[in-house]
């Protein structure tokens, strides 16, 4: 059976590559707040796991990733 944090990790992983197939395609700007929400969120999901796993390289990544994300969503916000 699969621990929440393996299902946390597989929902980042599919969130983060949607997301750049996304915008890779044109079918999101990168400055949509839902890209940047799938990048935040895919990015906290693998942090969470490598994190459980004691993997840290792809853990660093991820949450520099996600930081990246989330200034990115409070630019947006700050201009609405």
């Known amino acids: 059976m699969r621990t929440i944090s393996g299902w946390l990790g597989w929902y980042g992983v599919v969130a983060t590559i949607g997301a750049y197939i996304l915008v890779s395609f044109l079918i999101l700007p990168p400055t949509s707040i839902w890209y940047q929400l799938?990048?935040?969120?895919?990015?906290?999901?693998?942090?969470?796991?490598?994190?459980?796993?004691?993997?840290?390289?792809?853990?660093?990544?991820?949450?520099?990733?996600?930081?990246?994300?989330?200034?990115?969503?409070?630019?947006?916000v700050r201009t609405l």
């Open 38 to 76: 799938l990048n935040l969120t895919g990015a906290l999901g693998v942090t969470i796991e490598t994190y459980y796993r004691k993997d840290y390289q792809p853990f660093w990544l991820n949450l520099i990733w996600a930081v990246i994300a989330l200034v990115a969503i409070v630019s947006f």
